[in-house]
């Protein structure tokens, strides 16, 4: 490979929560025992250096000393629609088309509050990211869930019938989709978005589609963009992007949003300047576009090939060695969402108790039970291949077969 996905990095002391806060005061994961490093597999936050042109692009406008008002400049936009054209076969986007947002959640939040009012319902899939139920909680919003299952193969499917039902029965206009998804990285086929949106036709229900993980995709698999399945979808749908993801940027925060549809368009740009302070920071546009340069895409097809090893051997270590520990196989993002409840039943335990287990040895995996997984965990495997496997080896010593 050109780049670097091996070195483990010493990430202490520089500013990343994934490790700094471990062992704090009042914060869940507790330090390991003496003996064990820490492993960071909690927050979805990668732990590869960046790509080069990102930090060359940085570095080459912080030379410039003046750092004053700007304006977004015609390379940011035509690094983001070439970027959308190559990856996702996205045609016809414009600049118009294309809106600043300091983060995903903070777009969501903002699309919401055009779509409906406040104390209204909104549909979300389950298991449902943390950040949706945290935000829309604190903006007035009431979630309705609609569970996804898992088939006869082990794979997430939407659950169409009960979509309607609760959009009828809750009087619902508004629904959040998450494609990929996050936390069981499913990627979506268009026949599934294809029907996911007739039924939200069908309701005069609008969407937000968090589309944040879209160039995360495993081996095999293909994102397709919710806008691209229908015109009712092109034009009732908020699509969320960021390079944040992506690329591991945010600490420099930096997302965007497509909406085709000029009223809606209007509306959330209008939503989103009410606090004054969702605006661009320079050197946040400088890293989009270094990261969307040539070098970009070689190094995201890499990254996806890594992620993909990873998810492999974590999918088939766990399968053969962790009896009562059941998963779906992830197709996109870099998150495992491991269902403990048959392997805490046969061996006496909580799901508090298998945390702190492997936080215990260094392994610092997640709850899952805030991501409505009633006995689950989340894993992070961006990590060089050495550390997942490590990890797993004091999984297999220390916590699950002991």
Not at 164 to 170: S, W
Not at 172 to 199: D, K, L, T
């Amino acid at each position: 490979m050109k780049y670097d996905f091996t070195t483990i990095m010493d990430r202490k002391g520089h500013d990343a929560i994934a490790v700094d806060l471990v062992g704090r005061e009042g914060f869940a994961i507790t330090a390991p025992k003496e003996g064990f490093d820490i492993i960071p597999m909690w927050i979805a936050d990668m732990n590869f250096p960046a790509l080069p042109t990102i930090t060359d692009a940085m570095i080459q406008r912080a030379k410039h000393p003046a750092f004053g008002y700007f304006m977004p400049t015609e390379e940011y936009y035509a690094s983001i629609i070439r970027w959308q054209k190559e990856r996702n076969g996205v045609e016809g986007l414009l600049p118009e088309h294309i809106g600043y947002e300091n983060g995903v959640l903070g777009g969501v939040i903002s699309a919401l509050n055009i779509m409906c009012s406040r104390g209204e319902k909104v549909l979300v899939h389950s298991p449902t990211y943390i950040g949706f139920t945290n935000s829309l909680k604190n903006a007035g919003y009431e979630i309705v869930h609609s569970p996804l299952y898992l088939d006869k193969d082990g794979i997430w499917r939407m659950d169409f019938a009960d979509m309607e039902e609760k959009i009828r029965a809750n009087n619902i206009h508004a629904a959040i989709f998450c494609s990929p998804h996050n936390p069981c990285g499913r990627v979506w086929e268009r026949a599934e978005i294809e029907q996911a949106m007739a039924v939200y036709e069908k309701y005069d229900v609008q969407v937000v589609s968090d589309e944040i993980w879209s160039d995360i995709i495993l081996t095999g698999h293909k994102h397709i963009p919710t806008q691209s399945v229908s015109d009712y979808a092109k034009q009732n749908t908020v699509a969320m992007y960021a390079p944040s993801k992506t690329f591991n940027l945010a600490g420099l925060v930096g997302s965007y949003h497509i909406i085709y549809n000029k009223r809606l368009r209007d509306r959330h740009d209008k939503e989103a300047s009410l606090s004054h302070y969702n605006s661009m920071n320079v050197m946040s546009m400088h890293a989009l576009i270094g990261a969307y340069k040539d070098e970009g895409y070689q190094w995201v097809d890499e990254l996806c090939q890594v992620l993909t090893g990873n998810v492999n051997y974590a999918y088939g270590h766990i399968k053969e060695k962790y009896e009562g520990i059941d998963l779906a196989k992830p197709q996109g993002t870099y998150m495992l969402f491991l269902d403990c409840t048959a392997w805490c039943k046969k061996h006496g335990k909580s799901v508090e108790d298998l945390l702190k287990m492997g936080w215990d040895v260094g392994v610092d995996w997640q709850d899952g039970r805030p991501f409505h997984g009633a006995n689950h965990i989340r894993v992070n495997l961006a990590l060089p291949h050495a550390r997942v496997i490590e990890a797993f080896d004091r999984l297999d010593k220390y916590v699950f077969n002991i």
